[in-house]
């Protein structure tokens, strides 16, 4: 028998028999297909979002909860996820997350209506939240330490395959229309991939939980959920109503009930309970830096992405998969400023800096490239402009969670980490709703318009996403300047 410690949340967990450590590489095997769900299905809607309602219906308004209803749901659903491992064990909740996201998928590919492929994708994204926080744990409970960092360097290129591979297998699937079904395949194709992760789970991954878990704080979720909902909600639905006077008293509302939270969180943690975040952290100017550059950063890369995406097929009349293709620069410049990150990770915060600034110039220069071609740009003259986004984009993501967590303390960095992953996916939520909000209303009410009505709609967007990063390169001044010496890097 061996004993491990999850440093992640800094609780003993149960021994893991040696026998089991055989099969290490096939369970991680399992964990990885878990990923691949995620990031498709995180980044499919954005090229399928057209057919979708092209064939369904329903309003602009639609197209973005395709993206912010999964995202949202994962990032409230985050929060609880790693906790329920923690009491139910985490092979567990992973198999029982598994099963869900692969139904969610089969019940969003069977849609009849908007209202039903959304509330499918809004179960994906719950389901999701408690397959993946599973995958840490389990990782550092088969793995000697000698060969956990090995295994967690698998999940940079399987991310960044996926993401280039996403769009351009979401296109593909689309174009190729196999047996009839359109974008329905881009969720049935889960399924198959859901029942095997699924299989594989119950033969190789192991038995294990916390040897002394944390109490779930419900009505910490269910604040959490309120809060997130009722910003969410207003901001898509208000164009396309007017912004009548209700869309204001839910905002407004949101921020009242994240204060109720805050205050709950911090009365349960003073009477010695098991807050659903340790309210510590945002007394922390590093912590609380970060979760305003995540906020905002994360708003405006997926916002981007969205909108990107919805201009090459509604405005240019660019194919689904050319659509898909399309995005393939942005990802490999990410993939590189990833590697790029890495080489230069001494220079600390100035690599988030140097990232923003960047990404911020590759923005700019998409919008240069549009202005000089106009409504005939091609794929190939929006190539060097995406490159330079993407790797903008990844100079900043490879170092943003070491540096945000520098300034914590080593305790706190489970609880911190889990905070910050689901504040990532609440600004991806909130980027879909607030950027396809921008790019709308300059369409006005037709879906249908112009060219130039398109060309000054992705415009006015991309301005938002510079002024969006100009927000993140001065929040930014507000995170340690280095990661900790001793600091273990954060995967």
């Not at 194919?319 to 399309?326: E, W």
Request: glycine share 16%.
């Amino acid at each position: 028998m061996t004993t491990t410690t999850d440093t992640s949340g800094g609780l003993a967990t149960a021994t893991v028999p040696e026998t089991l450590y055989r099969w290490r590489w096939v369970a991680l095997l399992v964990i990885l297909a878990g990923e691949i769900l995620d990031m498709l299905d995180a980044l499919i809607t954005t090229i399928a979002a057209p057919s979708i309602r092209a064939d369904l219906g329903g309003s602009a308004g639609t197209m973005q909860w395709l993206a912010a209803g999964y995202t949202l749901a994962l990032g409230v659903g985050l929060i609880t996820g790693g906790r329920l491992g923690d009491l139910y064990g985490r092979k567990r909740m992973f198999l029982l997350g598994a099963a869900g996201f692969t139904v969610g998928s089969l019940l969003s590919g069977l849609a009849v209506s908007p209202g039903m492929l959304v509330g499918s994708r809004v179960l994906q994204g719950l389901f999701g939240a408690l397959m993946l926080p599973q995958g840490l744990g389990l990782i550092k409970e088969m793995f000697p330490p000698k060969e956990v960092g090995a295994a967690f360097g698998l999940f940079g290129p399987v991310m960044g395959l996926s993401s280039v591979g996403g769009p351009v297998l979401a296109g593909w699937l689309i174009d190729a229309d196999l047996f009839g079904t359109g974008w329905r395949m881009i969720f049935m194709i889960n399924v198959p991939l859901g029942v095997a992760a699924v299989a594989a789970g119950l033969r190789f991954l192991p038995e294990a939980r916390a040897a002394r878990a944390s109490r779930l704080d419900l009505v910490g979720a269910l604040l959490a959920a309120l809060g997130a909902a009722l910003i969410v909600y207003p901001l898509v639905q208000g164009r396309e109503h007017g912004w009548p006077a209700w869309t204001f008293a839910m905002m407004a509302a949101s921020a009242a009930v994240f204060a109720l939270f805050v205050r709950y969180e911090t009365r349960m943690r003073r009477a010695g309970g098991d807050p659903l975040i340790t309210p510590s952290l945002f007394r922390k100017r590093g912590f609380s830096g970060g979760l305003i550059v995540g906020l905002v950063f994360f708003s405006g890369m997926t916002g981007f992405a969205l909108v990107f995406g919805l201009y090459t097929q509604l405005g240019l009349g660019y194919s689904p998969l050319k659509a898909g293709l399309a995005q393939i620069p942005w990802s490999v410049g990410m993939i590189a400023g990833f590697g790029v990150a890495q080489a230069v990770s001494r220079f600390g915060r100035r690599v988030i800096h140097a990232g923003t600034a960047v990404m911020a110039g590759g923005v700019a220069g998409i919008a240069l490239t549009l202005h000089l071609a106009e409504t005939g740009v091609g794929p190939w003259q929006l190539t060097p402009a995406l490159i330079v986004t993407g790797l903008g984009m990844g100079l900043l993501m490879a170092p943003f969670f070491d540096i945000v967590l520098a300034g914590v303390e080593p305790h706190e960095t489970g609880a911190a980490g889990g905070t910050l992953t689901a504040v990532q996916q609440l600004g991806s939520a909130l980027g879909a709703a607030v950027l396809g909000t921008v790019f709308f209303d300059g369409l006005g009410n037709h879906l249908t318009a112009d060219g130039p009505t398109f060309h000054h709609a992705m415009n006015a967007t991309l301005l938002t996403v510079i002024a969006l990063l100009g927000a993140s390169f001065i929040a930014t001044f507000l995170l340690p300047k280095q990661t900790r010496p001793d600091q273990e890097p954060t995967h």
